[in-house]
Every structure is written in C-alpha cells, then in structure tokens.
T-cell receptor, first 116, second 114 residues
C-alpha cells in the first residue's frame, strides 16, 4: 500500500494524558498536512509542512498541540494534557507539488482519538 | 466565518438519475477547488478538481462546474449509483494568496436509492 499511512487508527486516552499520532506520507510527496474532523463538520486545517519546514499553522493548533516533520518524511502530531474537546478524527494528507500543476492532496485513513 | 458553504446537509437521488451537489464560497482569493468523497470512519478520497481558469472539468461520471462570478460550484454525478452514497465535501485553496491549506465545507450526505 503506497497511500498515506496513519498510526494508530484508534486511541482512547484519559483526560490529561499525552498522545502522539504518526503519519507516513506518500513517498515522493514533500508537502504534508494535518487536519481535524469532528462529527458533522468538514475537515479543519491544523498545520502544513513543506519538507521539514512548518509553513502554516491554524489558530486551532493551541499550545498543547505540536507537530514535527524532522527529516521531511514522516510527521508526528502530539497533543499534551488532552481534553475531552480534543476527541476527533485526526487526518494526515500529502501532495507532491503545486495544485495548479494537477497535483492533488491525498488523505490517510485518519486516527480516531477519544478522550474519556 | 464559513468561507466554503454546502447548504444542503443531505440529498436523496434515485439510482440512474443525476445527483447535483452544490457549494458556495466567499473568499475571492480561492483559485483551486476540489471535491472529496468520504465514507464513515475513512479518510476523504479525492474525486475531481477544477482550477479557476476553467468553468468545467469532467472525469467519467463526475463533472464539476465553476461559476466564478457567482462564487458557486457544483458536482454532477451521472448516472448515480448506490456506491456513490457517501458524504461529499467541497474544498477550496488560495495558493496565490500564500495560503497552503484547503478549506472545507461541512459536507453533503448523498443517498442513492436503488
């Protein structure tokens, strides 16, 4: 499978615990996104990387959230001191080049987080 | 502020007929638009896209129409099949404005009735 891979697919954690999600993009894709989706809403942008550089962050990415892409390949999204409002599906996506050049954004299967 | 709006939360269509899903946007800097399909508990799957320099793009049973003056786009599925039943998201991007993110609507749930 050469698509975007996310791990774990499901995570249940107690409020106050830290969680980390990993994303492996499609191998030749140097651009990577993190999104969050809650029930009844569309995916909401969290952050964007081009290679290892984090070029854009949403206001949704509070101080408790941190994303990294240390070598420009896989990425991690960590949530510290989780709250019940963090319960959502966390989606990773990647693309190769410019949208205007016909490159599209491919999403992974998502990581479900439930904070109890 | 919802910059991409899908005003119909749901749509039911008979198998074999045309499905038309609508999307409106408010940000005039958007210049690239995409439609995604999503099944429950899965990530969105890319369907079709259109650049703002075009007014129509077709791929098999899927056609996207863009009306820039009205800031409106639509996705036509002909003929509709039961397997098309899913939530459809419209998304827009403004790379020319220095923003890399895709902004999504809230989605329209399509049900194709056999």
């Amino acid at each position: 499978d050469t698509g975007v891979s996310q791990d774990p697919r499901h995570k249940i954690t107690k409020r106050g615990q830290n969680v980390t999600f990993r994303c492996d993009p499609i191998s030749e894709h140097n651009r990577l996104y993190w999104y969050r989706q809650t029930l009844g809403q569309g995916p909401e942008f969290l952050t964007y990387f081009q290679n290892e550089a984090q070029l854009e962050k949403s206001r949704l990415l509070s101080d408790r959230f941190s994303a990294e892409r240390p070598k420009g390949s896989f990425s991690t999204l960590e949530i510290q001191r989780t709250e019940q409002g963090d319960s959502a599906m966390y989606l990773c996506a990647s693309r190769a080049g410019l949208l205007s050049s016909g490159n599209t954004i491919y999403f992974g299967e998502g990581s479900w987080l439930t904070v109890v | 502020d919802q910059q991409v709006k899908q005003n119909s939360p749901s749509l039911s269509v008979q198998e074999g007929r045309i499905s038309i899903l609508n999307c409106d946007y408010t940000n005039s800097m958007f210049d690239y638009f995409l439609w995604y399909k999503k099944y429950p508990a899965e990530g969105p799957t890319f369907l079709i896209s259109i650049s703002s320099i075009k007014d129509k793009n077709e791929d098999g049973r899927f056609t996207v129409f863009l009306n820039k003056s009205a800031k409106h786009l639509s996705l036509h599925i002909v003929p509709s099949q039961p397997g098309d039943s899913a939530v459809y998201f419209c998304a827009a991007s403004a790379p020319g404005a220095g923003s890399y993110q895709l902004t999504f609507g809230k989605g329209t749930k399509l049900s194709v009735i056999p």
